[in-house]
T-cell receptor, first 116, second 115 residues
Framework: QQQVKQSPQSLIVQKGGISIINCAYE??????FPWYQQFPGKGPALLIAIRPDVSEKKEGRFTISFNKSAKQFSLHIMDSQPGDSATYFC???????????????FGKGTKLSVKP | EPEVTQTPSHQVTQMGQEVILRCVPISNHLYFYWYRQILGQKVEFLVSFYNNEISEKSEIFDDQFSVERPDGSNFTLKIRSTKLEDSAMYFC?????????????FGPGTRLTVT
C-alpha cells in the first residue's frame, strides 16, 4: 500500500531522444508526486512535482504525466542530453489530510545514461 | 545558494559502536528529516522532526536511533549500537514548512560503513 513501483531500473538513450520513466502506486491517499534527480556523490534534488488534480505538468524539457485512474505517473525528458545522465527517483507523499508531515516514499530509482 | 551540509562524508565504525551523524539544515528551515539509502536500493524515510520533537517515524527508526537538535543549527542522528545492516548512505533534508507540498532540500549524505 505504501510502495511506489518504478521502472525501468536502467535506461540508455541517445542524445536528443526522449527518456521515459514510469511509476505506479496503490495508496489513493497519496497527494503529492515529486521526481528527484541524483548525481553521483550528491543528495537527491527536486526536479519537478505534481499533484493529482492535474494530468500534466511541464517545466522546460521535463514533463510529468499523471493518470489518476490508473494510479500511474511518468517522467518524460525531451531532447535528452548527456548532462541529464543521473539517477531519477519518483516519490509520493500523503496529503495533509492524511496527517503527513511530508515524509517521502521513494521508488527504487532509474539510472539514466544519455549517449552522445 | 543555501544548502544542507552533512558531516562526515564517510564514517567507518565497528559493529556495536555508537555513531553520530551531523547535519546543518538551511538556516530558515523548520522541518527536518533523515532518510537512508542502502547501496543499490531505494531511499527510505526514517524520521521527521519539528519544534524539537519527532513528528513522524518509520518502522526502521527503532530504539537504537535517536535524533536531536542540540543547538540552533545542527541536527543529529545517533545510532546507539550499530549493526552490519545499518551500513547505508544517510541523507538529511530540510524544508521551510511542514506537510507534503514544500520542497525538501537534501544534503550530500554520509556514507556509514559498519564492519
Amino acid at each position: 500500500q505504501q510502495q511506489v513501483k518504478q521502472s525501468p531500473q536502467s535506461l540508455i538513450v541517445q542524445k536528443g531522444g526522449i527518456s521515459i520513466i514510469n511509476c505506479a502506486y496503490e495508496n489513493t491517499a497519496f497527494d503529492y508526486f515529486p521526481w528527484y534527480q541524483q548525481f553521483p556523490g550528491k543528495g537527491p534534488a527536486l526536479l519537478i512535482a505534481i499533484r493529482p488534480d492535474v494530468s500534466e505538468k511541464k517545466e522546460g524539457r521535463f514533463t510529468i504525466s499523471f493518470n489518476k485512474s490508473a494510479k500511474q505517473f511518468s517522467l518524460h525528458i525531451m531532447d535528452s542530453q548527456p548532462g541529464d545522465s543521473a539517477t531519477y527517483f519518483c516519490a509520493a507523499s500523503l496529503g495533509k489530510g492524511g496527517g503527513s508531515q511530508g515524509n517521502l516514499i521513494f521508488g527504487k530509482g532509474t539510472k539514466l545514461s544519455v549517449k552522445p | 545558494e543555501p544548502e544542507v551540509t552533512q558531516t562526515p562524508s564517510h564514517q567507518v565504525t565497528q559493529m556495536g559502536q555508537e555513531v553520530i551523524l551531523r547535519c546543518v539544515p538551511i538556516s530558515n528551515h523548520l522541518y527536518f528529516y533523515w532518510y537512508r539509502q542502502i547501496l543499490g536500493q531505494k531511499v527510505e524515510f526514517l524520521v521527521s522532526f519539528y519544534n524539537n520533537e519527532i513528528s513522524e517515524k518509520s518502522e526502521i527508526f527503532d530504539d537504537q536511533f535517536s535524533v536531536e537538535r542540540p543547538d540552533g543549527s545542527n541536527f543529529t542522528l545517533k545510532i546507539r549500537s550499530t549493526k552490519l545492516e545499518d551500513s547505508a548512505m544517510y541523507f538529511c533534508a530540510s524544508t521551510e514548512g511542514g506537510g507534503p507540498y514544500y520542497e525538501q532540500y537534501f544534503g550530500p549524505g554520509t556514507r556509514l560503513t559498519v564492519t
